[in-house]
């Protein structure tokens, strides 16, 4: 059976303090609670090791990156390798997120190479698509996110596929306020789930989690996990409030 996971993306946000003080609140609210899914928050570079240092049970707090460079190491000014990322304890790297295609021109090819990288050091990877507002609004979501799926990770063995976890992430909902409906968000799910199962057959795809993000709040969490195909989410301005946050977790 595939996991259900509530996935955590800072962002660019919180200092090292505040980004330590969240992850003892959110280490320290799930000795509480028996959350039916796995937790996991993906912090800035430079907050992972310290995060790390903080969290009590690994087992109900997993950490992870925002992202990791396309080389293994070596001249390239700025950049934090999969191999770093990995040596802080951390588990998880967020790969593909909208905003880094966007604003940092992410492409297939490069995400490929830091997919690679990410399995090799045994980070897994949550692997971020999804569509912006004109594709939407011209019904060519479906395409859209075919193809991201199938250039940034078909290449993968059906093994390392099952690896990793998938992020459908609208862009227009990122941030915006603006969630997919839970129907919306069933029906893409969906699709993508049969996208992999024409690639890697039914069972990997059944295994394969899908996780919803793009204003994923308390107040619409249950709504959208109550759908067959959405396994969870990847939670970004909720994510940086303990309670918040714990809400979504809860809404499991
Ligand atoms: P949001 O971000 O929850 O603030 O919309 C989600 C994400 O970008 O991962």
């Known amino acids: 059976m595939r996991k259900k996971i509530v996935a955590g ?100 090819e490069t995400l490929r190479e830091k997919v690679a990288l990410a399995l090799e050091n045994g980070l897994t990877p949550i692997f971020c698509i999804g569509e912006v507002l004109e594709e939407r609004e011209a019904n060519k979501h479906f395409e859209v996110v075919k193809t991201q799926v199938s250039e940034g990770l078909f290449n993968l063995s059906a093994d390392d596929f099952g690896k990793v976890i998938l992020a459908y992430e609208p862009v227009w909902a990122i941030g915006t306020g603006k969630t997919a409906t839970a129907d919306q968000a069933e029906e893409i799910h969906a699709f993508i789930r049969s996208t992999i199962a024409e690639k890697y057959g039914n069972e990997v795809a059944d295994n394969t989690s899908i996780l919803y993000g793009g204003s994923c709040k308390p107040t619409n969490a249950a709504e959208l996990f109550a759908k067959p195909d959405v396994d969870g989410g990847l939670i970004g301005g909720a994510a940086l409030k303990c309670a918040d946050f714990m809400g979504i977790v809860t809404a499991f």
């Not at 320290?28 to 430079?46: G, M, R, S």
């Not at 396309?70 to 588990?91: F, Q, R």
């Open 9 to 108: 993306n800072w962002k660019m946000n919180t200092t090292l303090q505040e980004g330590v003080k969240l992850a003892e609140e959110v280490d320290n609210a799930l000795k509480t609670v028996e959350p039916k899914c796995d937790v996991i928050v993906c912090v800035p570079f430079t907050h992972l090791a310290s995060v790390n240092a903080v969290i009590t049970n690994p087992q109900k707090l997993g950490l992870g990156a925002e992202n990791c460079a396309n080389h293994k190491s070596g001249a390239y000014t700025g950049e934090v390798s999969a191999p770093m990322v990995a040596s802080t304890g951390a588990k998880y790297v967020i790969l593909g997120h909208s905003e880094r295609r966007q604003y940092y021109g992410e492409t297939s």
